[in-house]
């Protein structure tokens, strides 16, 4: 990979409210018996916040790959092997459609069967097991849970900060679940890190440049999956032009110019992302697991 073909592009972005949810999140973490957390299918590692671990000390764990209907199924599949050989429970999931999310309540209930059998013995069978769901913002948690509840019980929305304080939903009479508000961390590891949350919509676009990270993107996929580009954009990504050259020359394909027949990059850069986070360019991930 040449990294001379990337632009740089500073992305944080740490709201205070983000503070206070891992405040609440830490408070609350006493009160329920697993995590489930669920990360983007397209970037299980850049979707997973290193300060979830710390929270949920010695609690059980349940990883859902969300919205793997947009990810690549093969890598999906290998994600699914990598964190099975760390030892950890994974479920695939599309809260959208509703696949694999009926499985949720069983994979809880197997991962918590130690604990269901000591509230057997103690007469206590009947009390309702707890889980906290977390995640980046814009992972799905809220709309997974209405899929389980069968209802709006979460508030849902395309883009990240909407669910703002914590929730309980009941799922059935054996298990309740706690919905929290999606959070980052303060300082991302790495650009990839931040261009992979940027291009899932886990962080605002008002707060990084999108023809930059548009760049950025054509370049990944004239070097990964060129194909994409030549089926969807209906040109041969050549390899002598640089980043900026190639969303012009998509903006040209797209018919978005300006006055004098200039491409439109900021519409274009716009459109390329919205296309891509709506799975209209394939199902693309970003990220596998020997990376």
């Known amino acids: 990979m040449d990294e001379r073909q990337y632009q740089k592009l500073a992305i ?13 999140m830490k408070e609350s973490m006493k009160l329920v ?17 290193p300060d979830v671990a710390e929270l949920a000390g010695e609690k059980p764990r349940l990883l859902l790959l969300n919205r793997c209907d947009l990810a690549d199924p093969a890598v999906t599949a290998r994600w699914r092997i990598y ?14 459609s509703g696949k694999g999310v009926r499985e949720l309540p069983n994979a809880l209930r197997t991962l918590l069967k130690d604990t269901l059998a000591a509230r057997a013995e103690k007469g206590q069978g009947s009390r309702p097991l707890r889980a906290m769901v977390v995640g980046v913002p814009n992972v799905g948690k809220s709309t997974l849970i209405n899929r389980l509840a069968g209802r709006k019980a979460a508030v849902a929305g395309d883009k990240p900060g909407v669910t703002r304080g914590k929730q309980w939903i009941r ?10 508000p999606g959070i980052l961390w303060p300082k991302f590891e790495s650009q990839a890190v931040g261009e992979a949350l940027a291009l899932t919509r886990a962080i605002k676009t008002e707060v990084f440049d999108q023809e930059a990270l548009a760049v950025n993107f054509l370049v990944r996929l004239r070097e990964t999956r060129p194909e994409l580009i030549r089926e969807r954009y209906k040109f041969d990504p050549d390899p002598e032009l640089n980043g900026y050259e190639l969303l012009e020359q998509t903006a040209k394909k797209r018919g978005m110019l300006i006055s004098g027949g200039e491409p439109n990059t900021e519409r274009m850069a716009a459109a390329l992302l919205n296309e891509y986070h709506e799975g209209k360019l394939g199902r693309i991930s970003l990220e596998t697991p020997n990376q």
Do not use: Y
């Open 33 to 49: 018996d697993a995590v489930c957390e669920v990360l983007d299918a397209r970037i299980p590692n850049s979707s997973r916040n």
């Open 171 to 180: 799922i059935d009479a054996g298990l309740e679940l706690l919905d929290t």
């Open 12 to 24: 944080q972005w740490f709201p205070g409210h983000m503070t206070k949810a891992q405040r609440d």
């Open 83 to 96: 964190f099975r050989e760390l030892g950890l429970q994974v479920l695939e999931t599309d809260a959208r």
